[in-house]
């Protein structure tokens, strides 16, 4: 087996490297990857991103936002978390078996005292009944990866807010996280490991997957990216990851109604995104205006579905001449 430490802190960039690792590398054995991250959501393939994420929040807190290749649910990783993957040759009885793919972790945390961790249900991993991990799988032309997330010391008081989205804003089609009780795996584990970093967790638990104590004693198995990678792991960051077309764009269609009540009357707005774009806009409400609010609808029909797109948008015209005496900020909030 080969080892690689990833050596950025974007989850953009690493996932790119694990795509370009399990495409276009070829390895005589299995290849593990690890990879920390600061702040950020991962959008399982087949979500609509805006559907799992507290929009406001993440953007105040600057949270990177992207979507991976793989099915399954959203999940929160930050500085706290290590991700692994597992890059293997494909076949139809490795597809699907989280169990057997996560059984190193799973050894590797019991021998570091967390004796009751397991995997459970699907594909999480679990400790005392509480997940710490969540996991998923890709494969193309005969290669795999099985990646997952594995909170070794995260703020989970952040993760409450920025995957919490208010259900009746947003419907669509996309498929849905699962919440589920979380944890972090440190208090599991045996005195001498509660008090590592995150990287020193991350090289002890290479060393037990590799069963050596010194992780200088299988450097030649630690895997080095060339020139050659990294522009073309740069290529699939621009084509993908750090790409809104790829992020928000590919989110299955969905609608958004946003209602409120002010002094000068009810303002009820509908959108329909349509490939994260707004296909169409219905304004209704008993409000009062000197000109028509077709021309607001006009404005927004074709733009990205996005709070600064839109305020930039409004922010241009005269919204007092569409709806008397509201103030404009309370507009643009209720249109965002």
């Given at each position: 087996m080969y080892f690689y430490r990833m050596k950025s802190n974007d989850i953009r960039d690493n996932l790119a490297t694990e795509q370009y690792l399990m495409n276009n590398v070829d390895f005589d054995e299995p290849l593990v990857l690890f990879y920390i991250q600061k702040p950020c959501i991962i959008v399982g393939h087949n979500q609509n991103t805006l559907e799992e994420i507290n929009s406001d929040y993440v953007k105040e807190h600057d949270i990177t936002i992207t979507r991976r290749f793989s099915g399954g649910g959203a999940v929160y990783d930050d500085l706290g978390n290590v991700s692994f993957s597992f890059v293997v040759n494909s076949d139809d009885d490795n597809f699907g078996d989280f169990q057997k793919l996560t059984k190193p972790i799973i050894d590797a945390l019991k021998d570091m005292?967390?004796?009751?961790?397991?995997?459970?249900?699907?594909?999480?991993?679990?400790?005392?009944?509480k997940k710490f991990s969540g996991n998923?799988?890709?494969?193309?032309?005969?290669?795999?990866?099985?990646?997952?997330?594995?909170?070794?010391?995260v703020d989970l008081s952040v993760l409450a807010k920025a995957l919490n989205v208010p259900k009746d804003k947003i419907e669509s089609k996309g498929i849905k996280s699962v919440k589920s009780r979380v944890t972090n795996v440190k208090p599991y584990l045996k005195p001498e490991f509660q008090d590592l970093t995150t990287?020193?967790?991350?090289?002890?638990?290479?060393?037990?997957?590799?069963?050596?104590d010194d992780l200088s004693k299988i450097a030649d198995k630690e895997y080095q990216l060339t020139d050659a990678d990294k522009a073309a792991i740069k290529k699939l960051n621009d084509?993908?990851?750090?790409?809104?077309?790829?992020v928000y764009g590919k989110s299955p269609d969905f609608t958004v109604k946003n209602r409120k009540?002010?002094?000068m009357g009810t303002i009820d707005v509908r959108y329909l995104v349509s490939n994260g774009?707004?296909?169409?806009?219905e304004i209704y409400g008993d409000y009062f205006g000197k000109k028509?609010?077709?021309?607001v609808k006009n404005l927004l029909v074709g733009t990205e579905y996005n709070s600064d797109k839109i305020t930039q948008l409004?922010?241009?015209?005269?919204?007092?001449?569409?709806?008397?005496?509201?103030?404009?900020s309370d507009v643009i909030d209720l249109f965002k």
């Open positions: 005292g967390a004796t009751t961790a397991e995997v459970s249900g699907r594909n999480d991993l679990m400790v005392d009944g998923a799988m890709y494969t193309k032309n005969g290669k795999m990866f099985s990646h997952g997330t594995l909170a070794y010391d990287e020193q967790f991350r090289d002890r638990l290479i060393m037990e997957l590799f069963h050596t084509d993908y990851y750090y790409n809104w077309d790829w009540h002010f002094t774009k707004i296909e169409s806009v028509d609010s077709q021309d409004l922010e241009s015209i005269d919204l007092d001449q569409y709806f008397s005496g509201i103030p404009a």
